[in-house]
């Protein structure tokens, strides 16, 4: 057990950098070990958002940007936690058809990644992505569209039902915030967000049809009466801004928070691994609550922070022998993606199609292999985004990473373009262990080898080598890197 | 296994009467029913995005019961961007009246090549299938089906099935496609995933060939040691691993193998030309593995998915630029060339597939389209189906449904109440009797650890499953002995 003040020592110092970034060099290691939690939670959380914003003139391009923008940042947190967020506020370019949308919601994520989470709900709202793939630009009151307002509640801040199980909401409560939605659209001559009083549905049209605009009176500890979301902002754009505030009032039938739970235990299992089942879950949950003051503040940076200095972060960065409660996480295909480039310092080549690629690979394109492995950036599967955990291994996504490993670690490029070993490690090695712990601990993984895996890596080396042969280094030495990529233990956290 | 195939020899009477005795097994009759069982394939497609029910099973004219034809033509218009179905075009396609209300009733003229199974008596449909408190988005009711568990989350239906019945190092299963199906998902065992056979390709090497078979063993080795670690995650990427590698050594051979042996039956659905023909053509190459006895080829369970069902816009009625009329020619005919394949194999009596989406459409059609409804017909195909109309046709005459006010959204009312008319069928009654009577496993097991019961009112919810469907015109069991 520990707590902030204990000093990190190099295994937990690569688990937090790996898990907070993409993989982990060596020096980044050893310059995190002598920390304690507390200052390198502090450390990696203390950065100020970038204004950066996915370049390019359609999604494809746009995506490379992005995925080349996770490459060179000197700020991987930002990036894990955007993707985070990508995820949570799951909206798909299928459905926008605009890629100036999806790269302003990517800085937009970028802007709130650890900001204050009210706000961040207040400005996804309003985001033209987010209002063109739920259908708040559809929201009249005529035809009221309640795909944004289910999906406010039960994705983006309370979920379906409540650690416990009990319902947070009815389907009354999605009805009547749809209202409070509605009028929205987008103003093609000023190019922003208009709200449109003839679209609105105003309590004095409606009022006796449709009842007063009240939400949470069965659910949500606040009593028959439930909330009037009409006051004391008026009708129009203070409505939505007076819903979110009254989410954030919600309780679970335990009177805690629910969106401090719910956003706090998304990111517990995000940076750590699943959550055992209630009421254990919420030991856990409530104890960050607890430090970080989320369901007072909602600043994100201190959720982070002392999620990253809690026992439960660390339990997935224990090395073998393991035992059946050893929990551990699979690791993203763009984590894969990203940490492997960056880890053996490769740079695929850019075209002037837009493309990026390994040259000589099997795909003409990064995002192909991400594609197969179950991850394309702006295009999650549906609004829940992606599924995790087991959800991204089965054998064509598990086939996808494999070429991905045999392509980056044998690929013939020119200059930089390829691997190349000798900025890694120490080409003067020859003993084939020495040669299995040297890639192992370039690629981050040599605490978690057994020691028949490691035996089974010499024994594919053959015997002695001498690496500064390019025949026995392309042979050997290349093939070793690309099997090393494609072992369990680099696909786990 | 023994359990089931003694409940199989029960059913089908050979353990009557002293057959138990010598020389049984030189009874051709014999071998082939204890063959018979665990030699069985389950299709489950998947039509995505919701099928509109309505204009799937369709009134043609009103019954002694009921005035679903008359329903029928206020909710769906003629003229432009009208969805109602002529009964001069469906007329060709008559299949049973609806059981309870009598209602004649005919499939969409799309479903042509299904509609000759039907005639053939090999397809099932299984009107009215749900569950209550519907849920309207795609990916919620998805999770139902595929889960089916109200709360939309664990395993899939089939993936609980597979995990209770094969070990990490078997492949029972293979999901066509780029995701594994989420019936299917478990951790237990090896479900494949690929859309074409020839995708599942090891990535070795190419400039060192000869440096591959030690890149193997060496692959081997570490997956191998992944397998027997206790940690359930890295043993699960471990089993995955290496089935992949397995799976990579043996199936892509059968391409070679449909090609060479069965060359037409590649042409038809060539010919075709559609997704789902490819994908169903992809399972006819593994089939076609397992009947030959390729080694390592061992998946008898498979997923595939078609997409397009979404039709709020522009749906369409007859003809070959309709967006329905082409999602059902596409479904139809392909199934049609995939169950002659399966009979001319002789395994017909072996396949079931089973047709179902996430959701039907709204009775009401909007401007040109339909909107998210509730329950649907399920389908079900095979050479062992007692062909016919199960279950009861949603009643859209409710006054509910004809006049959607703000109470209620206008979609057909679900109801497990034994003493209505219109019952509706829980979808789960259908995985049930799949479970049940094709793939054999007793009941209480199906109860105790592959479905849940629903608890509170029995006249909405599933408390008193009904695995045991029954012909209404024959009185034959569904599933055929």
């Known amino acids: 057990m520990g707590d902030e003040n204990t000093v990190l020592g190099a295994l937990h110092a690569r688990h937090l950098l790996r898990r907070t970034g993409f993989g982990a060099r060596k020096s980044e290691v050893e310059a995190f070990a002598p920390l304690t939690r507390g200052a390198a939670a502090d450390r990696l959380t203390n950065f100020k958002p970038a204004k950066f914003r996915p370049a390019g003139r359609d999604i494809w391009r746009r995506r490379v940007s992005w995925l080349k923008y996770m490459v060179r940042t000197r700020v991987p947190l930002q990036e894990k936690l955007v993707l985070f967020w990508h995820d949570h506020f799951a909206t798909g370019y299928d459905k926008v058809q605009n890629h100036q949308w999806m790269a302003d919601q990517n800085r937009l994520l970028r802007l709130h990644c650890k900001g204050n989470f009210k706000d961040f709900v207040k400005a996804i709202n309003l985001d033209p992505a987010m209002m063109e793939y739920l259908d708040t630009f559809r929201n009249f009151k005529e035809q009221p569209n309640e795909n944004y307002a289910r999906e406010l509640m039960e994705l983006f801040t309370l979920g379906v039902t409540d650690l416990a199980g009990q319902p947070n909401y009815d389907q009354q409560d999605i009805v009547q915030i749809s209202r409070a939605f509605s009028g929205w659209g987008w103003d093609w001559s000023r190019n922003r967000v208009r709200f449109n009083d003839w679209a609105h549905d105003y309590m004095s049209e409606y009022g006796a049809e449709r009842g007063p605009k009240v939400i949470f009176r069965n659910r949500g500890g606040f009593g028959p009466a439930g909330r009037d979301f009409t006051q004391p902002g008026g009708e129009g754009p203070q409505e939505i801004s007076q819903v979110v505030d009254i989410l954030f009032e919600h309780r679970d039938s335990d009177g805690k928070s629910t969106v401090a739970r719910f956003i706090t235990k998304k990111l517990l299992e995000y940076f750590g691994h699943p959550l055992p089942p209630y009421p254990d879950n919420a030991t856990i949950i409530d104890r960050v609550i607890l430090r970080s003051g989320f369901d007072v503040t909602w600043d994100l940076r201190r959720l982070v922070r002392e999620i990253l200095v809690d026992d439960f972060f660390y339990e997935t960065a224990s090395a073998p022998p393991f035992a059946s409660s050893t929990p551990k996480s699979v690791v993203w295909p763009v984590d894969f993606v990203v940490s492997t480039l960056r880890l053996l310092r490769v740079n695929p080549r850019s075209d002037k199609w837009g493309n990026w690629y390994i040259e000589g690979g099997q795909y003409g394109n990064v995002p192909g292999y991400l594609a197969d492995m179950g991850q394309i950036l702006f295009e999650p599967p549906s609004v829940f985004g992606w599924d995790w955990e087991e959800g991204w291994i089965n054998s064509a996504t598990l086939l996808a990473r494999y070429a991905f490993a045999r392509d980056v670690a044998m690929a013939r490029g020119t200059k930089a373009y390829h691997l190349r070993p000798q900025v890694l490690m120490n080409l003067g090695l020859t003993a084939p262990g020495d040669i299995v712990d040297a890639v192992t601990e370039v690629v981050g993984i040599r605490d978690y080898l057994t020691a028949n895996e490691r035996q089974a890596l010499m024994d594919y080396l053959g015997g002695p080598l001498d690496l500064n042969d390019p025949d026995v280094r392309y042979r050997k030495l290349h093939g070793l890197f690309a099997l090393v990529l494609q072992m369990p233990q680099f696909h786990l956290h | ?481």
Request: charged share 15%; glycine share 10%.
């Open chain 2, 1 to 481: 296994m023994s359990l089931s195939r003694r409940d199989f020899l029960i059913r089908s009477g050979l353990l009557a009467g002293g057959l138990m005795a010598n020389g049984l097994w030189a009874r051709p009759l014999v071998r082939k029913a204890f063959a018979d069982i665990g030699d069985r394939f389950l299709v489950s497609l998947f039509l995505d995005g919701g099928n509109d029910g309505l204009n799937t099973v369709v009134p043609i004219a009103n019954g002694s019961f009921a005035t679903f034809r008359a329903s029928y033509e206020l909710l769906r218009r003629t003229g432009p961007g009208g969805l109602r179905l002529e009964p001069s075009v469906l007329s060709p396609y008559a299949i049973d009246n609806d059981p309870p209300t009598n209602t004649p009733l005919a499939l969409h003229p799309g479903l042509e090549g299904l509609h000759r199974l039907y005639q053939l008596g090999k397809v099932a449909i299984i009107q009215g299938c749900g569950y209550p408190e519907y849920n309207l988005s795609h990916a919620v009711s998805r999770s139902i089906w595929e889960t089916a568990s109200r709360a939309a989350m664990g395993p899939g239906w089939v993936g609980r099935y597979l995990a209770s019945r094969y070990g990490a190092s078997q492949i029972p299963g293979l999901s066509v496609g780029y995701w594994m199906a989420g019936e299917f998902r478990q951790q237990v065992t090896s479900v494949l995933t690929a859309s074409r056979l020839s995708e599942l390709q090891f990535p070795l090497d190419d400039w060192y060939p000869d440096d591959n078979s030690a890149k193997l063993s060496a692959f081997q080795a570490v997956y191998a040691s992944a397998q027997a670690s206790s940690q359930p995650l890295l043993r699960y990427v471990g089993n995955s691993g290496q089935a992949t590698l397995t799976a990579t050594q043996a199936y892509p051979t059968l391409d070679n193998l449909y090609q060479t042996d069965r060359p037409s039956w590649l042409q038809q659905y060539n010919n075709l030309d559609t997704g789902t023909a490819r994908r169903l053509r992809e399972i006819a190459k593994v089939i076609y593995g397992v009947v030959q006895g390729v080694p390592n080829i061992t998946a008898r369970h498979f997923a595939l998915s078609n997409g397009g069902y979404d039709t709020h816009a522009n749906q369409g009625t007859v003809g070959p630029n309709q967006i329905h009329y082409r999602l059902h020619r596409e479904v139809g005919d392909a199934l049609e060339v995939f169950y002659h394949d399966l009979d001319d194999m002789g395994v017909a009596d072996k396949v079931l597939v089973m047709i179902w989406s996430e959701f039907s459409r709204r009775p009401q059609q909007n401007d040109n389209g339909t909107d998210h409804g509730s329950q649907g017909p399920v389908f079900l195909v095979g050479g062992k189906i007692n062909g016919g109309v199960y279950g009861n046709h949603p009643n859209i005459s409710d006054s509910r449904v004809l006049n959607p006010g703000a109470t209620w959204d206008g979609n057909t009312i679900y109801s497990q109440d034994n003493s209505d008319p219109h019952r509706s069928t829980d979808f789960r009654d259908v995985y049930g009797a799949v479970l049940k009577h094709w793939l054999a496993i007793p009941e209480s097991e199906i109860l105790s650890s592959l479905l849940q019961l629903d608890t509170g009112d029995p006249t909405q919810y599933w408390t008193s499953p009904q695995f045991d469907f029954v012909h209404p015109v024959n009185s034959q069991p569904l599933f055929l002995p």
